[in-house]
């Protein structure tokens, strides 16, 4: 019985989400999650502002992934308007990363989240179930 309890206690501790940091709360940042938030607003509406496009998707990507109980991050939110919010963050905050602006975004968002997919036909980067053959 000990080891049974030894043995979900270790599979809880895997399975429950821990921050992905050091002891000191740091953590490497790729990419142009680095570039300043004053980098990103020179960037705002140009072509250039693709790459901070393409980081954003990937980041709320993979935060959608890991949060608990999060389909969509930015509830119902488009792309341009995080964007938008970004853009504005930054103007205030011209020191912070890009990276953190998006921290600040996922922060204001909480509220809004949507925690499951807002119609069940809705499967996004899932393939349809197989189709279950019937007995005739």
């Not at 809880?12 to 607003?41: E, I, K, L, M, R």
């Not at 341009?80 to 890009?98: A, P």
């Not at 975004?105 to 925690?115: D, G």
């Amino acid at each position: 019985m000990r080891a049974l309890a030894v043995c979900a206690l270790g599979l809880s501790v895997v399975a429950a989400p821990t921050p992905a940091a050091d002891a000191a709360g740091n953590y490497a940042v790729w990419g142009v999650g680095q570039a300043s938030c004053n980098q990103f607003v020179a960037a705002y509406g140009q072509a250039t502002a693709q790459d901070y496009k393409s980081y954003l998707a990937g980041y709320l990507t993979a935060y959608n992934t890991v949060a608990h109980l999060t389909y969509q991050a930015t509830g119902k939110n488009t792309a341009t308007d995080n964007l938008k919010f970004l853009h504005d963050h930054c103007v205030g905050h011209r020191m912070d990363s890009f990276e953190r602006a998006i921290q600040a975004l996922l922060a204001n968002k909480e509220a809004q989240r949507q925690q499951g997919a807002a119609t069940q036909s809705n499967n996004w980067g899932r393939p349809p179930a197989p189709v279950q053959p019937t007995d005739n």
